[in-house]
């Protein structure tokens, strides 16, 4: 083929995607991820767009060996009840030194929304779910990276089990410390989201979510919230804060 033919050919490549993307952000409506006039949050909703029309929503991240497993620090809030940390919130800080006190046996996962069954989770009905244990890297927006075994309930069986409804499009999530944000559905029922409640073997540790975390393994460490205490579950997008504060939404890798 010759070069003009190839400068044609990638010409409408680039253009085949380009609309495709087109109606994917589009097609969003008011639901879209909003951008707040920045040409910095208009590439994420372009990557986000390009990213969900050629990559397979399935498709899987690598998993390791055990033998592999690093170190891995606990970053940002490794304790919801400290009252030093940039992130703590009195009354969830307060919630949560009491929890912690009783040895989590009180702790519940509240989920609700568009939802046919609200439900209130134990630890013990999380761990007698469909479990999945997986061996993963930590990507980490600071620069840093980090190879750790989790376990735990796939968000997708959660979301099952209370009968999320077809209507839905975004999964939130809050937490004992000021944290929140949100995923779409094709992350949430990825088999590899999972609300992990152990780490390396162990029950999970204080400085890394315990008692549930949440584990998305195809986006960037920070989309991984610790703390985890309620789940919403949504047919449009709530900017939880992070795009207004300079986050990009979606962290796809």
Known sequence: MSGKGLVISRRGLIGGLGSTSALLLTGCG???PPTYGNILRMGD???????RTLLSPMA??????????TSMPATGTYDPARTELGLHDPQGGQDYAVLRKGGFADWRL????LVDRPASFSLADLQRMQRRTQV???SCEEGWSAIAEWTGVPLRTVLETVGARPSARYVEFYTFDKMADNIDMID???PQTILAYGMNGRDLPIGHGAPVRLRI?????????????????????NDLGNIKSGWAWYNGI
């Open 30 to 32: 008011e639901s879209q």
């Open 45 to 51: 909703n372009l990557t986000y767009a390009m990213q």
């Open 60 to 69: 899987l991240v690598r998993e390791y060996d055990r033998s592999e497993i």
């Open 110 to 113: 509240v989920v609700e929304g």
């Open 136 to 138: 993963t890297r930590h």
């Open 188 to 190: 949430a029922m990825h």
């Open 217 to 237: 393994e195809r986006q960037i460490g920070y989309k991984s919230l610790k703390y985890v205490r309620r789940i919403v579950v949504t047919d449009r997008f």
